[in-house]
Structure formats: structure tokens, C-alpha cells
């Protein structure tokens, strides 16, 4: 069974500029949630996407953004990048809708620094 | 590796005792807790859960207790090895889609 596979693990970006995470969840999985785990701090959630469609949303602006595909892989965006975006971006794949359905299982993440 | 945190709270312990890691969490209407294990360089790992309606769950050498009235997570670990040092974050749902972060405990195990 192929876990949850995130690229790229690394990337700088500069202020201003726009990224691309992608995400292939777990086998079996249609729901995908993605976190923000800062230095030293646990992962906020940013959002949750459910056979394509956004199931919910945390408290990020909107230029955060995502895609899920017909094959459940998906995609972050953040566009106008700022310093404070730098961090540790998890993608999560499960089972189930809610959180309660069936446990999160996460990807290794890709760290990102804007400088 | 990556840190995953600077300035956590620390549990150190020696191999072959037995650790407890708590946590508080805050919103009483919270009905679902995870404990979750990350290593330097990786994802937050799941350990165990535990539903509002039960107060204990067992799992191979680990075991979370849960406190309702005053709002309370509990992991122990029996028999600690050293592969067990790592970060540890309790996790709450609070809704539907997303769970809830404690800061982590970082676990530093000796031989």
C-alpha cells in the first residue's frame, strides 16, 4: 500500500512569487486536507477537499487555494507569497469525509521558504 | 533533519520506563482526539484515538486516557525505547473536517 506522497520535499521562493505543492493520496483515500505547520508549532488546518469539491475551509486568506483530481491527487497554491508563509506544508489523505470517519494519515511534507 | 520544534516541552525518560505525555485540550464539545507521533523530517505518524464515549483505548504499548470533566488527554507509552523519541501532538475535532493541534511534547528517550 503506497502512503502519502508529497513534492517537492524542498523549495525557496521569493516574496511576491506563487507555488505549486502537489499531493498523490494514500490508495483508497478520497478526501485530502492540507496543514501549515510552522517552526516549533502543531499543523493548522488550511483546508479539506472531498471527491474534488472543497469540504472546508480555516481561517487562511483566499489566496490560499486548491485542486483535487479525478484520481484524489492534489494540489496547494498560494499566490503573493509573504515571508510568514514559510513552513512546513502537510497533506493528509483519508478514508471518510469527516475527521471522526476514519484517521489522517500524513505525507512528509514540503518545506518552504520564502526569502 | 528538520526541527520540528524549538522550544517544546521536554519528557525525558530512560529506556525501559514507562512515559506519560499530557495534554489539554479546550473545547468541550470536542468528541474525537488523536495522538499523533512526528519524527524529525517526517509527517505526523498516527498512534491512537479515542471517541467522547470512552475514557480509555488501548493499543500495542500505548494507551490514551481521557478526562472529560476536566478536559484532559493522556498517551502512555510502557516499556519507552529509543525509538520512540519524537515529537508528540494531541489533536482534537472540533467539526467535521478538521482537527485541532496541540503545541507537542517532545519525547527524548535514553539508552
Known amino acids: 500500500e503506497t502512503g502519502v506522497t508529497q513534492s517537492p520535499t524542498h523549495l525557496i521562493k521569493t516574496r511576491g512569487q506563487q507555488v505549486t505543492l502537489r499531493c498523490s493520496s494514500q490508495s483508497g483515500h478520497n478526501t485530502v486536507s492540507w496543514y501549515q505547520q510552522a517552526l516549533g508549532q502543531g499543523p493548522q488546518f488550511i483546508f479539506q477537499y472531498y471527491r474534488e469539491e472543497e469540504n472546508g475551509r480555516g481561517n487562511f486568506p483566499p489566496r490560499f487555494s486548491g485542486l483535487q483530481f479525478p484520481n484524489y491527487s492534489s494540489e496547494l497554491n498560494v499566490n503573493a507569497l509573504e515571508l510568514d508563509d514559510s513552513a512546513l506544508y502537510l497533506c493528509a489523505s483519508s478514508s471518510g469525509r469527516g475527521v471522526n470517519d476514519s484517521p489522517l494519515h500524513f505525507g512528509n511534507g514540503t518545506r518552504l521558504t520564502v526569502t | 533533519g528538520e526541527s520540528v520544534g524549538l522550544h517544546l516541552p521536554t519528557l525525558s525518560v530512560q529506556e525501559g520506563d514507562n512515559s506519560i505525555i499530557n495534554c489539554a485540550y479546550s473545547n468541550s464539545a470536542s468528541d474525537y482526539f488523536i495522538w499523533y507521533k512526528q519524527e524529525s523530517g517526517k509527517g505526523p505518524q498516527f498512534i491512537i484515538d479515542?471517541?467522547?464515549?470512552?475514557d480509555k483505548r488501548q493499543g500495542q504499548r500505548v494507551t490514551v486516557l481521557l478526562n472529560k470533566t476536566v478536559k484532559h488527554l493522556s498517551l502512555q507509552i510502557a516499556a519507552t525505547q529509543p525509538g520512540d523519541s519524537a515529537v508528540y501532538f494531541c489533536?482534537?475535532?472540533?467539526?467535521?473536517?478538521?482537527?485541532?493541534f496541540g503545541t507537542g511534547t517532545r519525547l527524548l528517550v535514553s539508552p
Open positions: 479515542i471517541r467522547s464515549n470512552m
Open positions: 489533536a482534537e475535532s472540533t467539526g467535521f473536517q478538521k482537527l485541532v
